[in-house]
């Protein structure tokens, strides 16, 4: 049992058949001229380990295989990749939460057997988000709504490993003033945010929009659905504007590592939370396994 991070490679063989076997994690496996490296061309899942646990990993796997078909990688070995992230994640020291990566790239230049490993390792600690709530700037992604079948191209929907744009959304949030953010498209439909699912409380609803905008299907919009449901409330995929947002009852970003946190102002005007709901939504997402 390792209380570092812990590494398990793939090889992909032609059939696409996988084996994975563990290697040392602090050193260097991964090819300058991979490019995954060079271009940000592959793929990418974080999966939350809660008490074990590789959390809606079947939802990961799903979401994985279509980011490859999307990209026009070969299929991912759906049932490798779960026995790994069962190895990594059991092969590391025990802790509340951890985080599975799993990485898929086009592999060496010229070559064309593709790149990829698990890695588990602590996970950051969203404590505060989770708490104290979360100031969010609503930022134009300045793709239309129907970019998916306007431009396949651009991979929205794909969970690609080039991610420098979202990346950059949070730093001008974060020299804005704010923690995060919530992308819109340029006719105006709330999308998710850089690397979370905008979730809403609408009087009895709980929306959450539809991935055809060109978005992830966010596994953790999943479970907190799955616990809406449980409670006899109604649970809607539907198209948000941002008036929605800001006159819900309370908006939440929702992701594997944070889980739930509460927005507790949008565009700087400050909105309600609601503690008792984000008590109970959180406390789900940690204690129940799926
Ligand atoms: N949308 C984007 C762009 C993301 O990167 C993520 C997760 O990182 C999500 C949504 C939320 O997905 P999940 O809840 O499956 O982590």
């Given at each position: 049992m390792s209380s570092s991070p812990v590494l398990f490679l793939a090889e992909i063989h032609p059939d696409g058949a996988t084996t994975f076997s563990p290697a040392d994690a602090s050193a260097p496996h991964v090819r300058v001229d991979d490019l995954g490296v060079t271009r940000g061309d592959g793929i990418f899942e974080s999966v939350a380990v809660v008490d074990g646990h590789p959390q809606s990993l079947r939802h990961h796997l799903e979401r994985f295989a279509r980011s490859a078909a999307l990209l026009e990688l070969p299929a991912p070995d759906t049932a490798a990749w779960a026995q790994a992230v069962a190895d990594a994640a059991a092969a590391h020291a025990s802790a509340p939460e951890l985080l599975a990566k799993l990485v898929l790239t086009?592999?060496?230049?010229?070559?064309?057997v593709p790149t990829g490993w698990v890695h588990v390792f602590p996970a950051h600690d969203y404590g505060s988000q989770r708490t104290a709530g979360i100031d969010v700037l609503v930022l134009e992604r300045?793709?239309?709504?129907d970019v998916v079948t306007?431009?396949?191209?651009?991979?929205?929907g794909a969970k690609t490993l080039s991610y420098a744009l979202n990346t950059a959304a949070q730093r001008y949030a974060r020299a804005h003033g704010a923690d995060d953010v919530v992308f819109v498209s340029s006719d105006g439909d709330v999308l998710e945010g850089p690397n979370s699912t905008v979730l809403a409380r609408l009087a009895d609803r709980w929306v959450t929009p539809p991935?055809?905008?060109?978005?992830l299907d966010g596994t953790t919009a999943g479970r907190a659905f799955a616990w809406a449901a449980g409670r006899g409330d109604r649970t809607e995929v539907a198209r948000l504007r941002v008036d929605d947002l800001r006159v819900a009852d309370a908006v939440w970003l929702l992701s594997s590592g944070r889980l739930s946190a509460p927005v507790r102002s949008l565009d700087g005007v400050p909105r309600p939370t609601d503690a008792a709901l984000q008590a109970e939504l959180l406390h789900h997402l940690l204690t129940v396994h799926d």
């Open positions: 086009r592999g060496v230049e010229g070559g064309d300045a793709y239309p709504s306007r431009a396949p191209w651009l991979l929205q991935p055809d905008l060109g978005i």
